[in-house]
């Protein structure tokens, strides 16, 4: 299990002091995949390289499986590996099995071939084993980068920002990549990120930070469950004179398209969308259909974020 | 194999594919080596009145073959780590379980052997130009660099060091250039046992002028040059660890 507790970094910058982390504590456990949100600036990076042992912390401390880390540096080595800026992670001079022959020895250890092999495989970079770094589009570079992460063979992945600067595709198949390298390996991995759906996608939980403070810590399905509006739109006919009646009592917004009117309704329980319906019919509107809207993950993180501003 | 033996092996192969990544770099490096010789030699042969020359003239070959050497050293590592800050590995090499410091050592002692590689044949087209032939005991030569070069390789540490916090620091470069040739004029002064590289020079010049063998020499002058070598290589070391820890205290590692 790594532990962090009241986590604190002050940067000293000349006469001005930047909290860039204040007092975060939360815990992973073995084999959770854990994703940590926050707009720029937030200090996500900053714990990351705390827990990595790249910065020292002002105060706090951080434990794996019980033992402190700060006194302990090279447990962290032996037991974290991290891929920090996406691309930059990786020599771009040396090919693809050479980065990961290098990357293998650092540990001390021999590169496994299989591994090596499977890793090249999963990764897609088959046809690209023999190719030097710089001559990889930036998706390969990336998936290259965490690749050498995982020859590592660590039982923790750290991983900052991994789509960050990738387009829609190369970042989709990362996170096809991830999600599976978690799925199978069963590695625990914090993954800090700006990407709402790579979080949806990959992670059990999520620690949305802002302004170097937790804002929320919980699964990614709660979240999603607490911020669950069960709105509902409706698709009716026009009839001007029952819409603003509806508007009056709902508070609903309306769109007009054509003929028709977009009803948007928020309803708390299912008794309030049988009234609804009830309602509608009595004004003598027609129902042409009727769709559920999901909340949208980065909704419910700028609301969380801008709760915490306000408070 | 060590786990040690794995980490050097996959930091000098490293070194070397990158090395010859830059093939042309490399053979102008080479080149350049060659020709500041030859101003040298033939300049100083220009200036000295014949007899006076006639003197100096296999000390210059071995200061000037000396002095290359120790540049490359004492510079290799900081403009490596430079290197690493600028692309962005080089909080990759602290993330390993024998730490910067090992990671560095190894980095150096990759340089020497690649660099050793490199002089050798610079060394003989050195002799063949000037047809001075020193003599080349290996055997004999080979632990004295070593033990000479220990003191530079504290130096390198040292400017490691300051790389890590300030990033660039190539002026400082050129103080050491001219500080490293001060060392090796001061050899056959009777400082040099205090002095990097300098009491060095002075036994590397017995045995190549002379064709001795390392045995020759007066065990008491080889534990003064182990020591001058092991001292500025730990106090070189020590002040390396301490630049880590500042630069992770104010969160430079990964910063260019």
């Known amino acids: ?26 815990k992973i456990k073995e084999g959770e995949a854990v994703g940590i949100l926050g707009p720029n600036g937030a200090g996500k990076t900053t714990t990351i390289k705390c827990i990595c042992d790249l910065i020292i912390p002002t105060s706090g401390m951080i434990t794996l499986n019980g033992v402190d880390t700060l006194k302990h540096p090279s447990l962290v080595a032996s037991s974290i590996s991290a891929v920090l800026e996406g691309n930059r992670n990786i020599y771009w001079r040396l090919t693809t099995e050479q980065n990961l022959e290098f990357f293998a020895g650092l540990m001390g250890k021999k590169v496994k071939k299989d591994r090596m092999d499977e890793l090249i495989k999963n990764f897609d970079l088959t046809e690209k084993r023999k190719t030097q770094a710089r001559f990889l589009s930036r998706g390969m570079q990336q998936k290259l980068a965490v690749a050498c992460a995982l020859i590592k063979d660590t039982p923790i992945l750290l991983l900052d920002e991994p ?40 992670c059990d939980r999520v620690i949305i930070i802002n302004h170097g403070k937790i804002v929320t810590d919980d699964s990614v399905n709660n979240l999603l469950s607490l911020f669950r509006t069960r709105s509902y739109m409706f698709l009716i006919e026009n009839n001007p004179g029952a819409i603003d009646a509806i508007k009056r009592e709902f508070g609903v917004s309306v769109k007009t398209i054509n003929k028709k009117v977009e009803v948007l309704v928020n309803i708390s329980n299912s008794n309030q969308f049988y009234e609804f319906t009830e309602r509608l019919k009595s004004y003598g509107c027609k129902i042409d259909s009727v769709k559920e809207i999901n909340p949208d993950f980065e909704e419910i993180f700028m609301k969380l974020v801008e709760e915490k501003d306000e408070q | 194999m060590s786990s040690k033996a794995v980490l050097f092996k996959t930091i000098f192969m490293k070194e070397w594919r990158i090395l010859k990544s830059y093939a042309f770099n490399l053979v102008m490096s080479i080149l350049s080596i060659y020709i500041l010789f030859l101003f040298v030699f033939y300049g100083m042969k220009a200036m000295a009145s014949p007899i006076m020359f006639d003197n100096t003239a296999e000390g210059i070959i071995i200061g000037f073959l000396l002095w290359i050497t120790s540049i490359l050293s004492v510079e290799t590592l900081s403009w490596d780590l430079m290197e690493e800050a600028k692309v962005g590995t080089l909080e990759q090499l602290s993330m390993t379980p024998f730490g910067l410091g090992s990671i560095s050592f190894f980095k150096i002692l990759s340089s020497f ?91 590397i010049g017995e045995i190549m002028v002379s064709g001795a063998s390392l045995l020759s020499l007066s065990p008491v002058d080889l534990l003064m040059l182990m020591a001058n070598g092991a001292i500025y290589l730990g106090i070189g070391y020590f002040i390396f660890g301490q630049c880590i820890k500042i630069s992770k205290k104010k969160g430079l590692l990964g910063q260019y």
């Not at chain 1, 986590?7 to 504590?25: C, F, H, P, Q, T």
């Not at chain 1, 600067?165 to 700006?194: N, Y």
């Not at chain 2, 990033?167 to 250039?177: E, N, P, S, T």
Request: glycine share 6%.
């Open chain 1, 163 to 202: 789509t960050l600067g990738l387009d829609v595709v190369s970042s989709h198949s990362l996170r096809k990549h991830i999600k599976e390298m978690v799925t199978k390996s069963k590695k625990t991995l914090l993954l800090s990120t700006h990407d709402m759906g790579v979080v949806k996608e990959v």
């Open chain 2, 113 to 203: 052997v690649l660099n050793f590689i490199f002089i050798i044949p610079i060394f003989l087209l050195m002799m063949l130009t000037t047809g001075m032939w020193l003599y080349i005991n290996i055997l004999s030569l080979l632990p004295l660099f070593i033990f000479a070069l220990a003191s530079v390789w504290g130096l390198s540490f040292m400017l490691g060091g300051l790389v890590l916090i300030f990033k660039r620091i190539q002026a400082v470069f050129q103080l050491i250039q001219w500080l490293l040739l001060g060392c090796i004029i001061l050899s056959a002064s009777a400082v040099s046992v205090f002095l990097p590289l300098a009491f060095g020079t002075r036994l």
């Open chain 1, 1 to 26: 299990m790594l532990e962090i507790q009241d986590l604190v970094k002050v940067y000293k910058n000349k006469n001005k002091k930047i909290r860039a982390i204040d007092e975060i504590s939360f």
